[in-house]
């Protein structure tokens, strides 16, 4: 019967097709259906850039003709409907079909459907999937034999329970949209439905439902109960609100001629008239700018009409538009801008020969990169962050009354405390520190490195203005032992060099050359310690705290203290400029000295008269070794310090490098009086 070389499809009459498969970005929720893809391949071939030829004349792409539908003529039978949740389903629309015969699709259909990846079931559900994918309007069939009562669509209550159609037993709560009868939930409004109320071979009389459900309702919904729909992904993006009615309508004319049902009521509820689009003012010069390129003005407007965007009014400035409602991807100049670009097509704007540029000078970091910055370093040096309260006990600023921080005449009082331990505003971070030390030692944490960045409040001196006082501090508190005790490690107890090698790697971090002198804070709150400087201002302060004050904390072992300002250090890190050099190409020369000083002398001294003396080539100093005995005249103390020499321009030789050991040292000794061991 067949001859040789007839092809397949002739022989079992499954006819031909050609299936296009398109990736949609998530914004193109008009294109998830035949029609928008359909209005989009007719802009594109009105202007011959996604095609090798070039038709014209094409008529405007429209849905076809469905049911003619009177929706005010009700449904019948007694039903009654309604939508209490009008927000969340703005446009509802019920068609009533009966004669209903439940029976496969028609072959054309199976195949449309197989092709898209769609089983076919029955022709009533085919119907509903069949213009799904046509149209991008989901749909819904109920068997009206089995709603009893109003149907309405109201929000679920906590607990209500619905079985859908992949027989699984849901619990809804409040926020859930559903389509209900008098007695239960019929369906997730936008996701699924409930297998009782579904369409099953016996069904005789359906209520069509095609309706616009608000996306991110649909979208929670979905994602709540792990369920996605081709409907739900379609509700999730915005569907068309002005092809609820035309989906019915088109759904219901193809039940009917599948079925030999007919439509025998249908009710609109809400929204009734065409949903408005988006309006959109373009600028030419913003136009040309985005795109790089000056388009015709007559083929921008012929874009534009070919994408259903009408132009309202035009001026030599630009033009007002309206996009049409299914465009709810486009609200802004700069999706119509990208709209045209995509239809003239993105490879006909010429790549200029040149480009250029202007390079900014990079803002300056914020506070709170800073504030985060400095975190980071106590962070990597084994500190961990604190926050305590701001409220505390008035006790503290009574007694420490000689500390330059407290004083109990500026003491910031809660008019209504909630106790006495929290009565008024700290005027220092110290003792919340302390609290924070005691608590980890009663639960048996001993070595604890802590930072906290916080605010103290005073009252202001009676000079100025009447109010209050915020300052912000980085206070760190460390106390036990440096390193947890091994075979190899001893377990030192940390000491007031341990928190100032953190202090210096804070300064270090902002970029700042700081001064620190020692005190003696007698009856303050430090034992002894060191005053931090730059310039001539005092920025913090740092030292063992005295034990006076760690025992009112109920802490009995040494704590040693750091607290630093905040606004200067934001300030010094904002005034940072960082400078890239080449690494040096010559040598550098080490070479050490043991002075004899005063004990009083400190280091940071003798540093700083140094470089006075010798600033071109001297590029380090460092103390390694500190000297007191009996070998020494009283009163003295020796330091070994080495000193780093180098030239970015040349090799020093053995008579520079003597000249300027020379320079340092007579620098050193003028200033000091000091004398070579």
């Not at 109920?554 to 010094?572: G, H, R």
């Given at each position: 019967k067949w001859s040789p070389g007839t092809l397949v499809s002739e022989v079992f009459e499954v006819g031909s097709d050609e299936i296009l498969e398109i990736g949609l970005t998530p914004n193109r929720n008009d294109a998830m259906g035949h029609l928008g893809v359909a209005r989009d391949l007719r802009a594109g071939l009105m202007h011959g850039t996604v095609c090798e030829f070039t038709q014209t004349g094409l008529d405007k792409i429209e849905p076809l003709g469905g049911a003619n539908i009177d929706f005010l003529k009700g449904l019948t039978g007694g039903f009654k409907t309604s939508v209490e949740a009008s927000d969340l389903a703005p446009r509802y629309t019920l068609v009533e079909l009966e004669g209903v015969n439940i029976a496969p699709s028609p072959e054309h259909a199976q195949r449309f459907l197989r092709g898209i990846g769609c089983a076919p079931i029955n022709n009533v559900v085919d119907a509903t999937n069949y213009v799904l994918h046509e149209l991008g309007q989901p749909l819904h069939a109920f068997d009206t034999e089995t709603i009893q009562g109003e149907l309405k669509v109201r929000l679920a209550t906590n607990g209500e329970k619905i079985t859908t159609l992949d027989s699984i037993e849901r619990k809804l709560n409040s926020s859930d949209l559903v389509i209900a009868d008098a007695n239960e939930a019929m369906c997730i409004a936008g996701v699924f439905g409930s297998s009782k109320h579904g369409v099953s071979d016996s069904t005789t009389r359906i209520l069509l439902e095609s309706a616009f459900f608000n996306p991110v309702s649909v979208r929670k919904s979905s994602k709540r109960h792990g369920l996605s729909t081709d409907a739900s992904f379609r509700f999730e993006r915005q569907v068309d609100p002005n092809m609820v009615k035309a989906a019915a309508e088109r759904a219901a004319e193809l039940i009917c001629e599948w079925s030999g049902a007919k439509v025998v009521g249908a009710v609109e509820i809400g929204e009734t008239n065409s949903a408005p689009g988006y309006e959109v003012d373009l600028e030419w010069d913003m136009l040309d700018k985005m795109i790089g390129s000056k388009l015709e003005r007559t083929h921008v407007k012929s874009i534009l009409g070919a994408l259903d965007i009408e132009v309202r009014s035009e001026s030599k400035e630009g033009m007002n538009l309206m996009v049409s409602a299914y465009r709810s991807d486009v609200t802004r100049p700069a999706d119509v801008v990208e709209e045209i670009l995509r239809v003239h097509g993105f490879d006909q704007i010429e790549i200029p020969s040149r480009i250029s540029s202007t390079l900014e000078v990079s803002s300056e970091p914020d506070k709170e990169d800073i504030l985060f910055g400095l975190a980071s370093t106590l962070v990597a040096r084994g500190y961990n962050e604190i926050m305590s309260n701001?409220?505390?006990?008035?006790?503290?600023?009574?007694?420490?009354?000689?500390?330059?921080?407290?004083?109990?005449?500026?003491?910031?009082?809660?008019?209504?405390?909630?106790?006495?331990?929290?009565?008024?505003?700290?005027?220092?971070?110290?003792?919340?520190?302390?609290?924070?030390?005691?608590r980890n030692k009663n639960h048996k944490s001993t070595d604890l490195k802590l930072f906290e960045f916080g605010r103290t409040y005073q009252v202001k001196d009676k000079g100025e203005t009447s109010g209050y006082q915020e300052t912000e501090h980085l206070s760190l508190w460390i106390t036990g032992r440096k390193m947890p005790v091994n075979w190899n490690e001893q377990g030192d107890n940390v000491d007031m060099f341990t928190l100032k090698e953190a202090v210096v790697a804070l300064l270090d971090q902002v970029g700042v050359s700081s001064k620190v002198s020692e005190i003696v804070d007698e009856g303050g709150l430090l034992l002894e310690g060191n005053v931090i400087k730059i310039g001539n201002n005092v920025i913090g302060r740092f030292g063992q705290v005295h034990p006076d004050v760690t025992k009112m904390c109920?802490?009995?072992?040494?704590?040693?203290?750091?607290?630093?300002?905040?606004?200067?250090?934001?300030?010094?890190r904002k005034k940072r400029k960082i400078i890239a050099k080449e690494l040096p190409k010559f040598p550098s020369v080490k070479r050490d000295l043991s002075l004899i000083i005063d004990k009083g002398m400190s280091f940071e001294s003798?540093?700083?008269?140094?470089?006075?003396?010798?600033?071109?080539?001297?590029?380090?100093?460092?103390?390694?070794?500190?000297?007191?005995?009996?070998?020494?005249?009283?009163?003295?103390?020796?330091?070994?310090?080495?000193?780093?020499?180098?030239?970015?321009?040349?090799?020093?030789?053995?008579?520079?490098?003597?000249?300027?050991?020379?320079?340092?040292?007579?620098?050193?000794?003028?200033?000091?009086?000091?004398?070579?061991?």
């Open positions: 701001s409220l505390t006990k008035a006790v503290y600023s009574e007694h420490c009354w000689k500390d330059s921080d407290l004083n109990p005449k500026t003491t910031v009082e809660i008019l209504n405390p909630l106790s006495g331990d929290l009565g008024v505003m700290r005027q220092s971070l110290v003792f919340q520190g302390l609290e924070a030390i005691a109920k802490v009995d072992e040494p704590v040693f203290w750091a607290d630093l300002l905040v606004k200067p250090l934001l300030k010094a003798i540093k700083e008269y140094a470089f006075k003396a010798e600033n071109k080539i001297l590029k380090e100093m460092s103390l390694f070794d500190v000297y007191e005995g009996d070998k020494l005249e009283k009163g003295k103390v020796s330091y070994a310090v080495g000193l780093i020499l180098q030239d970015e321009s040349k090799t020093l030789t053995d008579k520079q490098i003597d000249k300027s050991v020379a320079r340092i040292l007579e620098g050193i000794i003028k200033a000091t009086g000091a004398t070579l061991r």
